[in-house]
């Protein structure tokens, strides 16, 4: 059974930082993706982030490049998301999810794996 857990959210003040963790078990494909996700009430999941575990290459959605960075501890299958200069849109509920195959993107359809959340928000 694949289980994905993040970890690591919190309440921060614009400009903070945070680093969010998902530990990822129970599978053991050659090539996958795992994507970070974030969701505010009444709006439409978006992807943040992703890795590939064959070569760690990385994608970002525009809003955070510069701000995040996602890094892998395959031994440990672990992803990290370390986020600087929080911002209030940043506020979500942030999701982990993991897909099948090495092709880097970030489409929330495509991932088939989803953990269960972990709040940001960030606030004054």
């Known amino acids: 059974e694949v289980q994905l857990q993040a970890s690591g959210g919190g309440l921060v003040q614009p400009g903070g930082s945070l680093r969010l963790s998902c530990a990822a078990s129970?599978?053991?494909?050659?090539?996958?993706?795992i994507g970070w996700f974030r969701q505010a009430p009444g709006k439409e999941c978006e992807g943040v982030s992703c890795?590939?575990?064959?070569?760690?290459?990385?994608y970002y959605t525009d809003s955070v490049k510069g701000r995040f960075t996602i890094s892998s501890d395959n031994a440990k299958n672990t992803v990290y998301l370390q986020m600087i200069v929080l911002k209030p849109e940043d506020t979500a509920v942030y999701y982990c999810?993991?897909?099948?195959?090495?092709?880097?993107?970030?489409?929330?359809?495509?991932?088939?794996?989803w953990g269960q959340g972990t709040q940001v928000t960030v606030s004054s």
């Open positions: 999810a993991l897909k099948h195959g090495g092709y880097l993107y970030t489409d929330s359809r495509g991932y088939g794996y």
């Open positions: 129970g599978f053991s494909f050659d090539d996958y993706v």
């Open positions: 890795i590939s575990n064959r070569d760690s290459s990385t």
